[in-house]
């Protein structure tokens, strides 16, 4: 197979593909033993993550380096296109970098830090109102108490209202073409909002990209990049399912119709594979 693919980010595996066979059903991402050719595209990815130098990200793997340590999930999925090329996709949860956009990984859903966004308008006036309570609070005078109770409340009104849109931005497809936004996916939640950072892992971004693109998914994996938290057992170069606070509403609509592989989740929690 050539390594020019017709798609962008679509990232060729070369010859070594053709000795494996393709899946028969997609991973099923909450628990899963990776399939050869996701094992493949992540070996690629995780060549590419130790030698790349066009950004600067710390995860904890190099004695010295500056700025705060911030391991990541990592994912790629195995896809073939209308015109029958096989590749993969990669993605990264969150930030990578102080980034959501980095050549060779597909994009967020929504980019809440891109120029002129209502995001960073509001962030500037909950500020602004942060430092005229403090100020009035530091000031100690009675009579500024009223004007602190009203400030408090228009915080709280701008908070709950900026949220409430950020989560608006966020739509998923489904292989049928089909739409359905955050808050409707999340409906059935206890207190009827998503949670914070739904929508930011891996596995939906990657799924979006395929559909987006007319590419077919065959097989995911995803795995940790980076010094381990230290509440969590997440591990440098392990494989893990996806999570199901965030990302099991979601997914179970973006996989809607596609035919599911067994779970095989037969390790210890998290941890699945070593890489």
Known sequence: MSDTLTKP?????GERAAAYTLPEKFTYPFGYTPHALALLAAEKLQQQLAQQQEWVHNFGLEAGQAGTIIGKMFGVLVVKTAQDELGFLA????????????PAFVPPIFDALMEGSFLNTGMRELTRINQEINTLQDQGKTENATRIDELQKLRRTNSVALQAKLF?????LNQK????????????RANGNPPAGAGECAAPKLLQYAFQHNMKPLAMAEFWWGQSPKSTTWKHGHFYPACHEKCKPILAHMLQGIALDKSRNSGPPYCIFSA
């Open 168 to 172: 608006d931005q966020y739509h998923f």
């Open 91 to 102: 993605a990264f949860s969150g930030k990578l970098a102080g980034s959501y956009h980095h």
């Open 9 to 13: 980010l679509l990232i060729p595996f």
């Open 177 to 188: 073409g089909e739409v359905k936004g955050l808050r409707d996916i999340f409906q059935k």
